[in-house]
């Protein structure tokens, strides 16, 4: 069974999008693993972000700052609790100090609903034997990536890591092939 895991993005106004990420947005400010922004806010602070998502027919309906630290990478793998399975995720900063991981489906045995401190619902997997990791990335680039696929961030560094991910109306899967 060959499973979408990721796949890295070309986007011609990346550097510009992040520039208005650093610029217009306080990310730094976030402390909680997952935090979701205001998408009108966000659209309106980042236009070369909307022109993107209009040239490529996405529509946003989810934006959030993901911190990772060291303390997080602790957990189990997971996957995204959301009905729609493609994200779209950006670093913005110190994410070369860690991965992404992915692991083989079939060795799942059970899904248990789990609420993170910060409210965020995560479906934390638990395997029949030790998971088999069947891909991985370090979030140097956009990537698109299949969150119903179990993973996990492993973060090895006292900085916190900074990232930002989409999720969308429908899913993009026309961004894939």
Known sequence: MDTF???ELSISNYQTIVSEFENNISYTSFEN???YLDIKSTLEKTPSLNKWLADNRCVLSKAAII???IR???GAPH????VNSLALNFPLSNCEYSYTAFYDPADIDRIIDEEKPNGV????IIFKTAPREISRYVLDRPILLNTH???KIFHGHEKSRYAISFRFVDD??????
Do not use: R
């Not at 996957?79 to 959301?82: A, P, R």
């Open 79 to 82: 996957i995204d609790s959301q």
């Open 33 to 35: 693993n997952f935090a």
């Open 67 to 69: 911190v990772s630290t």
């Open 172 to 177: 993009p899967w026309h961004l894939v092939a």
């Open 121 to 124: 619902l995560y479906k934390k």
């Open 149 to 151: 696929v179990p993973h």
């Open 5 to 7: 895991c990721y796949k």
């Open 72 to 74: 997080s990478s602790i």
